[in-house]
């Protein structure tokens, strides 16, 4: 019977050579020449961001109008956002909506077009132009174009639809129709997301395609086995962004609401009915129009809270995210 091997020792610490004056001067100057670099990153970041933001959170405990001096009232303002202002559930509503069914029509009709425009042969470039100007279109003169057009007694577009039988709805002016008409203007307008998914295509391998042809695989499972797991980052990239914008979403659907609906005196900016009043109006209703800039702070701190909470479990879900599960 052999004897045990005693237990290997661990090698000696050795101390910390010490440092020169001269070594740590020249580290010092070489932090002072990086924060030198880095300083108009850092006073735009403090100036821009940090300190409106912090500004946001304080007036947000307050009774402000952003005339006299601000009112300390505590949580007053997020117990009356949760328990008594009743356009904070409706925008909401509206928001998730957006979220939910607009952000994957967008993601998906993009995805769509690049996919024919990758296949072109002939007149690729023209194409993929006419899909991107749409993008390049200011905001507000695309949905007030866009109003015009889906207008339901001069718009042309009930007036083909008259010309096949069918009785258009009203669009921007039905309470059930105008959300599904921003959906259409959003993908009208998703020239840019076209282009991204059309050069992640196009940086598909094509020994991957020809390797799934050899084994029998049809154009269906090709999509889901080679072009779906090799697009999945920039997949999820879209999707994140997507989210973002729809949470912040304000100018279309402001535009659309005052130009389908006209001047009104209502509170509500989301004609008709508030069908298209989203949480950015709500926040610029409340501190621009009413000037309870106290309040409009609590809400735009809990947009704020919200829009990393999605940021969050997207980017944790896309660092998870394997080919098989793309595939899957």
């Not at 900016?269 to 109006?281: A, E, V």
């Amino acid at each position: 019977m052999t004897p045990a091997s005693p237990a290997p020792t661990p090698p000696a610490r050795t101390a910390p050579a010490p440092t020169s004056p001269a070594l740590r001067a020249k580290r010092r100057r070489h932090r002072l020449r990086v924060l030198l670099f880095l300083s108009p990153w850092l006073v735009g970041f403090a100036v821009f961001l940090l300190y409106p933001l912090g500004t946001t959170v304080y007036l947000s405990f307050t009774n402000s109008n952003m005339i006299s001096p601000a009112q300390w009232v505590g949580l007053r303002n997020y117990r009356f956002m949760f328990g008594e202002d009743p356009f904070v559930w409706q925008s909401i509503r509206n928001t998730g909506w957006l979220v939910v069914i607009m952000v994957p029509a967008q993601v998906l009709f993009a995805l769509g077009v690049a996919m024919l425009t990758a296949r072109l042969k002939s007149g690729a470039g023209v194409f993929r132009t006419l899909f991107y100007l749409p993008a390049l279109a200011p905001p507000v003169a695309a949905t007030v174009a866009f109003v015009c057009m889906f207008n339901p007694a001069t718009g042309p577009v009930n007036q083909v639809l008259r010309l096949l039988g069918i009785d258009g709805p009203l669009w921007f002016n039905a309470d059930a129709w105008s959300k599904p008409a921003l959906t259409l203007l959003a993908l009208w307008g998703s020239g840019s997301a076209m282009v991204i998914f059309l050069a992640a295509l196009l940086d598909v391998p094509a020994e991957l395609y020809e390797a799934a042809a050899l084994d029998g695989a049809n154009p269906w499972q090709r999509f889901r086995w080679v072009t779906l797991p090799t697009i999945s980052p920039v997949l999820m990239f879209s999707m994140v962004t997507g989210v973002i914008a729809a949470l912040q979403y304000f100018t279309q659907a402001m535009v659309a609401a005052q130009t389908a609906g006209g001047t009104r005196n209502e509170v509500s900016f989301g004609y008709p009915g508030g069908s298209s009043l989203t949480f950015s109006q709500w926040i610029y209703a409340t501190g621009f129009t009413q000037f309870h800039m106290g309040y409009a702070c609590a809400l735009a701190v809990v947009l704020f809270a919200v829009s990393m909470l999605f940021t969050v479990l997207l980017l944790r879900r896309a660092s998870g995210f394997t080919p098989q599960e793309a595939a899957a």
